[in-house]
Each structure stands twice: as C-alpha cells, then as structure tokens.
C-alpha cells in the first residue's frame, strides 16, 4: 500500500499563473479531503468528495479555487490566478469505507511557493 | 465556528519523561476526537483516537477526554527522540459533517 500520493512535491509559480495539484487516494477508500497548512493560519480543511461526489467545498476560497474527483483514483485541486498568499503546503487525505468520523490517511503534502 | 486552541505552543522534554499536551475546543457538539502526529516534511498521521469520556491508552500514549469541560489532552510516556515532531488534535462531529478541525499545533522536542 502505497499510502496518498500527491503530485507534485514542490511546484514554484509566478504570481497571477495557474497551479494544478493532483492527489491519488489510496485504493478503495471512498472519501477525500483537501487540506491548507500555513504557518500562520495552521491547518484548514477546504473540500472534501465522497464516491467522487462534492459533499462540501465551504473552506475554498471563492474565487480562483476549484477541485474536482473526475474518477476514484484522482483528485485535482486547481488554483488559478496564484497569488503570495496561496503559498503553503496543501494536504490531500483519504478514508475508508467505514464510519465517517474514521481516520483519515495524509499524503506528504505539495509546496506551493508563489513568486 | 468551532475553535479549537492546543498549549503549549512548544514543549521540550528529555528523554524518558513525560509529555503532555492540551486541546481545548469551543463547539459543545463535538463527537469525536483524534490526536495527529506530523513529522517534518511529512503528512499527518493518526496516533488515535478517544470518543468517550474518560481516558484511553494505546502504548506509551494516553489520551483524556472530557466533554463537559470542553477539554482533551494526550499524554505521552517515556518520550523517544523520535516522538519529537508537530501535535495537532482534531475534531469532528455529524454536525460539522465529519470534517475534521485542527488545533493550533504542539511543537514537541525530546531531548536525548
């Protein structure tokens, strides 16, 4: 079991580009989430897809955020736009099939550096 | 909103002693409980979890909670250099819809 796989690890953009950040749950888990974690503001939830449909996106920024779960085995966060302030480390995480409030699975993490 | 706040911010303790770390969350429908455990430059991971009042223990690690006081705590035993890593204890309910809310983080150092 390779655990959450996040793609790619580090990604630097410049200011106003578009960012994709893709996320592979782990094989048969029904639930994903994406997280934020700054320094200052520590960790956020911002969406989260069950059996690929969106259950709550109320965390993601209005504008320019926007995730999708095209199948069971990926999901995408796109920002468009980036901006200093979206820099962080955006976590994706994963859950069984089991109860809702079970454990929840983190990949590593990729590092979003905007210039 | 829930607010879930955790002190210290950091703690060092040697090794073999005693850690301990406090979560306090403000949403009295609160359900369930976990403590996370992040190593640098990694993902978190789960340590466990408490969803009774009362303690739990797993291993070196104990877990306290009460629910009328709005308080949960963990407490780790004869700390290893390797328990040195960022604490966050999360919550969640039916009524936040199984989303989990962090807390503020311990920084945790073990002193060999």
């Known amino acids: 079991n390779a655990g959450v796989i996040q793609t790619p690890r580090h990604k630097v953009t410049g200011k106003g580009q578009e960012a994709t950040l893709w996320c592979e749950p782990i094989s048969g888990h029904s639930a994903v989430f994406w997280y934020r974690q700054t320094i200052v503001q520590g960790l956020e939830f911002l969406t989260y897809?069950?059996?690929?449909?969106?259950?709550?996106d109320s965390g993601m920024p209005k504008e320019r955020f926007s995730a999708q779960m095209p199948n069971q085995s990926h999901s995408t966060l796109k920002i468009q736009s980036t901006q200093p302030q979206d820099s962080a480390v955006y976590l994706c995480?994963?859950?069984?099939?089991?109860?809702?409030?079970?454990?929840?699975?983190f990949g590593p993490g990729t590092r979003l550096t905007v210039l | 909103q829930q607010k879930v706040q955790q002190s210290p911010e950091s703690l060092i303790v040697p090794e073999g002693g005693m850690a301990s770390l406090n979560c306090t969350f403000s949403?009295?429908?609160?359900?369930y409980f976990w403590w996370y455990r992040q190593h640098s430059g990694e993902g978190p991971k789960a340590l466990m979890?408490?969803?009774?009042?009362g303690d739990k223990k797993e291993g070196r690690f104990t877990a306290h909670l009460n629910k009328a006081s709005l308080y949960v705590s963990l407490h780790i035993k004869d700390s290893q250099p390797s328990d040195s890593a960022l604490y966050f204890c999360?919550?969640?309910?039916?009524?936040?819809?199984?989303?989990?809310?962090f807390g503020t983080g311990t920084s945790l150092l073990v002193d060999p």
């Open positions: 995480a994963s859950r069984g099939q089991g109860a809702n409030y079970a454990e929840q699975f």
């Open positions: 979890s408490i969803f009774s009042n």
């Open positions: 949403d009295r429908n609160s359900q």
């Open positions: 897809f069950r059996n690929q449909a969106p259950i709550d």
């Open positions: 999360a919550v969640t309910s039916r009524n936040m819809g199984y989303k989990l809310t």
